[in-house]
């Protein structure tokens, strides 16, 4: 499958907890986005990273999430100290240097 | 301001029926691309088309037809002949000029067509 990966597809935290997505993209794009989509609402970009570069972060990103991509290969999204508003739709997507997204299938979290 | 409005929040249709979902959008860049996308319940939005600011020309591809519209700020979907496995939401998305690409979304049309 040259697709692109999210792990895990579902996360159920408590409150105050620490969690961390991964997103694997498709191998020959160098652009990898974050979005967030809460329910009944479009995806709302989070970040971006151009290789290893993150480029543009939202004001949606507090100080509690960070991203992180070494080596231009796959990403990983942490949220410290996580709360009840945080739980949503984390979606990654990949692609090469233009608006042709490949998404994956998203990681949802819950907090409780 | 830059924005995309999809009026209908829910559509539903019997199978076989045609069905037009609405999107209207706002910027002030000359250049710029609309994309569809459809997300079904499983999750993963999936690409549908892609369409730039100097393409007015409207496309079909099989049962999908887009109607784009500059004098109106419109970029309108239709599905012909609709069938159960069309039943997903439906995002109308603007990627504004900039090298970011970063798009920016509707709320989403959520369609259900029954048997």
């Known amino acids: 499958d040259t697709g692109v990966s999210q792990d895990p597809r579902h996360k159920i935290t408590k409150r105050g907890q620490n969690v961390t997505f991964r997103c694997d993209p498709i191998s020959e794009h160098n652009r990898l986005y974050w979005y967030r989509q809460t329910l009944g609402q479009g995806p709302e970009f989070l970040t971006y990273f151009q290789n290893e570069a993150q480029l543009e972060k939202s004001r949606l990103l507090s100080d509690r999430f960070s991203a992180e991509r070494p080596k231009g290969s796959f990403s990983t999204l942490e949220i410290q100290r996580t709360e009840q508003g945080d739980s949503a739709m984390y979606l990654c997507a990949s692609s090469r240097d233009g608006y042709g997204y490949t998404f994956g299938s998203g990681t949802r979290l819950t907090v409780v | 301001a830059q924005k995309v409005t999809q009026a209908q929040t829910e559509i539903s249709v019997v199978e076989k029926e045609d069905v037009t979902l609405d999107c209207v959008y706002e910027?002030?860049?000359?250049?710029?691309?609309l994309f569809w996308y459809k997300q079904p319940p499983s999750g993963e939005l999936v690409f549908l088309i892609r369409?730039?600011?100097?393409d007015e020309q409207n496309e079909i591809s099989g049962r999908y037809s887009w109607n784009f519209q500059k004098s109106t700020s419109s970029f309108n979907f239709t599905i012909t002949a609709s069938q159960v496995v069309d039943s997903a939401v439906y995002f109308c998305?603007?990627?504004?000029?900039?090298?970011?690409?970063?798009?920016?979304w509707g709320l989403g049309t959520s369609l259900a067509v029954n048997p």
């Open positions: 369409r730039n600011s100097f």
């Open positions: 910027t002030r860049d000359t250049t710029y691309y």
């Open positions: 998305a603007l990627g504004p000029a900039g090298n970011n690409r970063k798009l920016i």
